[in-house]
Every structure is written in C-alpha cells, then in structure tokens.
C-alpha cells in the first residue's frame, strides 16, 4: 500500500462543474503539497498546507491532520484545469525531513 | 514568485554519451535541490538530494557513478548522465527548496537512441 493514496486515478468533467480530489496518508508529516503538471511535463506547486484551508483564485485545497486527509476542490472548472494533480506529503522527522512521497496523481480532463 | 529553470528542456543522445542538465534557482537561494525522474504514467521518484558544497544524498537504487550531482553554488546544481542507455530515457526533475516551500523546474526530457 501506498504511504500517500490518491482518489480517484482519472476524472472527466463537464466545464462550469465542481471538483474534488482526495489525498490519503499513513505518514506523519510536516505538510502536504498540491502539484499541478501538465501535458508537457512542467510542475506547478498549488498549495503548501500544515493545517486548515488555503485558498487562491477558484481552488480551494483543507486539510485534517487527525483524519490524515487532504481534498483539492476547483470551482467552476475549464478545459484549461485538465491536468494531472498531485498530493505529495513532506515527511517531518528524522532523515525524511524534506523529502516528498508523492501520490500517483489524478488525471483531470474538463470537457466544453 | 520563485522560479526554478531547468536547461535543456528536451536532449536526445546517442547511448554511450553523457548528459548534463541544469537546475538554477532564479531568484532566491537554495540550500537543497531534489533530482526526481519520471516514467510515462508514474510518479515522481526521488533519486538524490543535493546540498550545496556537500556530496549528494543517493536514494537506495539509483548507482551514484552513473547519476553524478553537483551543487556548487546556492543557485545551480547539475545531474549528469554518464554513459546514457536507452533505459535512462525518462523525464528528469529538479525541485528547490526555498524556505519552507518546494518549487520545482519544468523538467528536462531525456530520450537515448
């Protein structure tokens, strides 16, 4: 079993509809990236959470520590969203300080 | 914000070359650079972590002699592929850390004929 679970693998959506993906860890951690990469490779780093909710512009990524769960929600998705996400989870102690387990990513696609 | 490059974006080779590739720190300074490749369809793997002026950290796998890690200064650190094989075809990418935040460059693709 993966340390960081991702759900679900793929998503298709329709543009305009609300989304949310799911990350699940079995790791103590210091905190949870969102990553964005998209077709051509490039990562883009959404949110850097320890706690709580962060938001920017109409994604929305919360945290519960107890639960060991993070969602990402979009709002009002568009084709331009179509990416794959990815959680990926800081260890906090000793010699996995820093480094990141990454979940295997869910493959978004927003259709017109 | 931060922005990590990473040079050159795209390199095909002939096997039995080596290969160098770039990862700098464009405007701030990082005091640990992370070398992660990527399989079609895969996660991210971590292959080393590379302090600057110390020798890198290797990840369990990943032979030091063929991957070799340089990070001379606090904006730049280098991965070079020795003797490249047609196996070392993968996308390659290089993550800084700046604070407490991770950025990561655009990734460099890596095919050996």
């Known amino acids: 079993k993966n340390e960081v679970e991702q759900s679900p693998q793929n998503l298709t959506a329709q543009e305009g509809e609300f989304i949310t993906i799911n990350c699940s860890y079995s790791v103590g951690i210091s905190a949870l990236h969102w990553l964005q990469q998209h077709p051509g490779g490039g990562i883009v780093s959404l949110f850097m959470?320890?706690?709580g909710k962060k938001k920017h512009g109409r994604l929305i990524a919360t945290i519960n520590i107890q639960e060991k769960h993070s969602s990402l929600h979009i709002t009002a998705s568009h084709p331009r969203d179509s990416a794959v996400y990815i959680c990926?989870?800081?260890?906090?102690?000793?010699?996995?300080?820093?480094?990141?387990?990454f979940g295997k990513g869910t493959k978004l696609s927003v259709k017109p | 914000g931060a922005v990590v490059s990473q040079h050159p974006s795209r390199v095909i080779c002939k096997s039995g070359t080596s290969v160098k590739i770039e990862c700098r720190s464009l405007?701030?300074?990082?005091?640990?650079m992370f070398w992660y490749r990527q399989f079609p369809k895969q996660s991210l793997m971590l292959m080393a972590t590379?302090?600057?002026?110390?020798?890198?950290?290797?990840e369990q796998g990943v032979e030091k002699d063929k991957f070799l890690i340089n990070h001379a200064s606090l904006t730049l650190s280098t991965l070079t592929v020795t003797s490249a094989h047609p196996e070392d075809s993968s996308f390659y990418i290089c993550?800084?850390?700046?604070?407490?935040?991770?950025?990561f460059g655009p990734g460099t693709r890596l095919t050996v004929l």
């Open positions: 990926a989870a800081r260890g906090g102690y000793g010699g996995s300080q820093g480094n990141l387990i």
């Open positions: 590379s302090n600057e002026g110390s020798k890198a950290t290797y």
């Open positions: 405007d701030f300074q990082a005091t640990t």
């Open positions: 993550s800084a850390r700046g604070g407490h935040s991770r950025f």
């Open positions: 959470l320890s706690s």
